[in-house]
């Protein structure tokens, strides 16, 4: 686990990882925690998200 990424964003990729159609690899889980902490991050500071953006 990547000390950079806080345990909630593990947390939110792990309920994600349990619903999703497709299983989430081990390997998967810290780049899925950090698009979490991006996303809501973004939905927080109330900043547009985008395709175009990125």
């Not at 593990?10 to 390997?27: G, I, L, Q, R």
């Amino acid at each position: 686990m990547n000390d950079e990424i806080p345990i909630r964003f593990y947390d939110v990729a792990d309920e994600y990882a349990a619903e999703a159609a497709k299983p989430v690899s081990e390997s998967e889980r810290d780049t899925l925690a950090h698009y979490f902490q991006l996303l809501l991050t973004r939905l927080m500071n109330n900043e547009e998200i985008s395709e175009e953006a990125q």
